[in-house]
């Protein structure tokens, strides 16, 4: 574990990683990175790393857990064992069980569950490198994982948390921000649709902060709804090459 810092916020304004309050992470995304997956995406947010692969609309195992009106989509986020500084058992831990609900949660308002009955899609989420805010990171990559796979959505999702690190509120907190500040509030939205669909808290805001917390992870979402859309543009014009190639 790192050793507490003395400030999070220094004299000039400035965070542990010299960036502004409102300042996002560094994010990649490249979208296709697995040829055995339907769908999938690899995101770089910060130092975090992450692998999605999605994976139907197939037939469901177990039959029973089938429903006759809707597909079943299901969830798995997981951090490696070497992810973190000192080595996660690789058993799901209650922490990853809820992440992956909460996940699913935060997917499924944009998906046309209705178009395909009797089916299950599946995610999973492999967190290869963690820094603080790999729900969110993990939201971004599932999402794009589904475009992916093909699988007929209303919008993409896109998340991002903001916090209060010392007196501030700020943009997307990396781990000791995460783990020293006093709040963290994750959001994911459908960027067209202008929907929330993960809304968290952990920790003690006033009023007024919650909102301009709210409203930061809002514009900061947006800012990574925009590197989503050049990541399946780029993930497109290199299919759209190979079939001229094969022609
Ligand atoms: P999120 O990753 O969405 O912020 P948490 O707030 O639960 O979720 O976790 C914050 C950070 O704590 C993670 O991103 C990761 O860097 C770190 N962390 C989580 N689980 C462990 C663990 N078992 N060992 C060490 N660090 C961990």
Redesign the pocket.
């Known amino acids: ?1 790192s050793e507490k810092p003395e400030k999070l916020i220094d004299k000039k304004g400035l965070r542990l990683d010299g960036r502004k309050p409102d300042e996002l992470r560094p994010i990649k995304i490249e979208v296709g990175v697995l040829s055995n997956a339907d769908g999938s995406a690899y995101i770089e947010h910060g130092k ?1 790393k992450i692998l999605a692969a999605a994976f139907g609309p197939r037939e469901m195992h177990p039959k029973h857990l089938t429903l006759p009106d809707r597909m079943v989509l299901r969830c798995r986020y997981h ?1 490696a064992p070497f ?4 080595r ?1 058992s690789p058993a799901p ?1 209650r ?1 990853e069980i809820e ?1 992956s609900k909460v996940i699913r949660e935060a997917l499924e308002p944009a998906v046309f569950v209705e178009y395909y009955p009797r089916t299950g899609v599946d995610i999973f989420i492999e ?1 290869l490198q ?9 939201i971004t990559a599932a999402a794009l994982a589904l475009a992916d796979a093909g699988i007929p959505m209303r919008d993409l999702v896109a998340a991002c ?1 903001a916090g209060k690190v010392g007196d501030t509120v700020v943009l997307d ?1 990396m ?1 000791t921000e ?2 020293v500040g006093s709040a ?1 509030v ?1 959001v994911a939205i459908m960027p067209n649709l202008n929907a929330v669909t993960l809304l968290q808290m ?1 920790g003690i805001l006033t009023f007024e902060e919650f909102e301009r917390a709210v409203d930061l992870a809002i514009e900061g979402c947006k800012k990574i709804y925009a590197v989503q859309k050049e990541a399946l543009k780029a993930r497109y014009m290199a299919v759209k090459q190979e079939e001229e190639v094969e022609e």
Do not use: H, I
Not at 83 to 86: A, G, K, L, P
Not at 130 to 138: K, L, N, P, V
């Open positions: 574990m975090n951090m992810s973190v500084q000192e996660k831990s922490r992440l967190v963690a820094d603080g805010g790999t729900r969110c990171a993990s948390a907190l781990d995460d783990k963290d994750p952990d």
